[in-house]
């Protein structure tokens, strides 16, 4: 009996190494044909759990996916294009994820609040910590771009201030919720000011956030051979595209926790928080190690600015469009936490080196995040 056509080698080698591409496009296909089916036992603890832990699977499966064909571009287009499009990719990402929570449910004022908190935080203290720690473990100091790291800062601390803080103290017939005039002024100056960076990031700044002194270990690796970079952009988008319909399926078990188990309302913005900070931590801590912490900085300093500068914007024309009002200052603790936070991260990278005590100092205020959690 005669063998079928074998398959190339080249498609062999695609397969194996995008499998789960196949994984995020059956997943995605079962939820669409067999939505309520999977949805209607939700009550069931051991059903839930099945149901939330795999999508979450999924999509974090699929962003570790497009970290991975970034950090292939990256490679190729050099910083700081290939960082951009990383952080670009996964705010996307949590973009839609808030979106579709905020579309699907009922009216969650504070997810965006606390999603924007917990990505700062986890950032922040927790990736950077853990990147500075790991980096200094074998050697006493590293080194990064002194002008980067305060280029990031100086729209990361307005930014931040102005959607985090400043609405605690405004008051409005309707409580914190911005009132339209106001949405249209903070969402137009955090534009405004992240399309500035963008524009000194990628034309006459691009010195900033490059870094010849750190080398990438082994010392003695050969060069890689300069590979196509259209393969890796249209996996990227590949992957971004089940992604789009999984975090709107996600939506519904969160929901569920929310509004029927009567989780803490911080509970969304957490999961929605771990799910887009996860792959970035994973390449930044991997570059760190790698003595590449000019490459860490750009992903975690990156990843926060996109993230409050665009999701900002993106949250209230969802609130002005669907009806939904956001609350967008914090309160109590989590703003003391916030400018520490803040404060301890401009004293940082003051000096362009950084050391073990560093990441110990901001792994400390990581842990007192997750401690205030569970006190709220």
Known sequence: MADGPALPAGAVDLMREEWFLGVSIATSLA???FREDLFSRLSDPLWFTVVFAWLFTVVLGSALSVVRHADHLA??????????????????????AISAVMIHGENNPTLARDTLFAVVMIILNGMVGLSLLLGAWRRPEQQHNLQGANAYLGVIVPLATL?????????????????APRQLILGTLSVGLYATFLFLQAGRHQGYFTDGSNRREP?????????????????LFAYMGPVVFLVEQLARPIDYIIETLRAPTAFGGVVMAVLVATPEAISAVRASIANNLQRSINIFLGSVLSTIGLTVPAMLVISRLYGHPVTLGLEHGDLVMLLLTLAVSIITFASGRTHLMQGAVHLVLFLAYVLLIFQQ
């Open 163 to 179: 959607s985090l803080v400043m609405p605690t103290f405004l008051s409005d017939p309707d409580g914190q919720h911005p009132s």
């Open 219 to 235: 010392p003695g690796e050969a060069a890689l051979p300069q590979a196509p970079v259209w393969p890796h952009a249209l996996m």
């Open 31 to 33: 939820f669409l044909v």
């Open 75 to 96: 490679e190729r287009l050099k910083e700081p294009y290939g960082t951009l499009i990383l952080t670009l990719a996964i705010t996307s990402i949590e973009v839609m």
